[in-house]
């Protein structure tokens, strides 16, 4: 049975840091990255990470505040954010496809969702 689990979220201040992990199990990912989903909003695509080499993307609203790594010993991927934004207050989903398909990932096509973990930013 395929798993992915989220921890890190939490309560923080603007301009604070959080790093949110997620532990994946049940078998190999080609592509795993991260999205979010705030109240009455779309879910949005923040970044991603190929399990076989060093390749990452982010969005552009993310792009040089927030950084997607992995540890393929233990088979978990982190999203470290910086300066963080009220307005970024939102749900964080890890995600997964088990292909190297990366522009359906960005689509929010996946094979796996994790359960979602709450980052609140107050101003």
């Known amino acids: 049975q395929v798993q992915l689990v989220e921890s890190g979220g939490g309560l923080v201040q603007a301009g604070d840091s959080l790093r949110l992990s997620c532990a994946g199990f049940?078998?190999?990912?080609?592509?795993r990255g991260w999205f979010r989903q705030a109240p009455g909003r779309e879910r949005e695509f923040l970044a991603f990470?190929?399990?076989?080499?060093?390749?990452?993307q982010y969005a552009s609203s993310v792009k040089g505040r927030f950084t997607i790594s992995k540890n393929n010993g233990n088979n978990t991927i982190y999203l470290q954010m910086n300066d963080l934004k009220p307005e970024e207050t939102a749900v964080y989903y890890c995600?997964?496809?088990?292909?190297?398909?990366?522009?359906?990932?960005?689509?929010?096509?996946?094979?796996?969702w994790g359960q979602g973990t709450q980052v609140t930013v107050s101003s």
């Open positions: 995600a997964a496809r088990a292909d190297y398909k990366s522009d359906a990932f960005l689509r929010g096509e996946v094979d796996d």
């Open positions: 990470i190929y399990w076989g080499s060093p390749t990452t």
């Open positions: 049940g078998r190999p990912f080609s592509v």
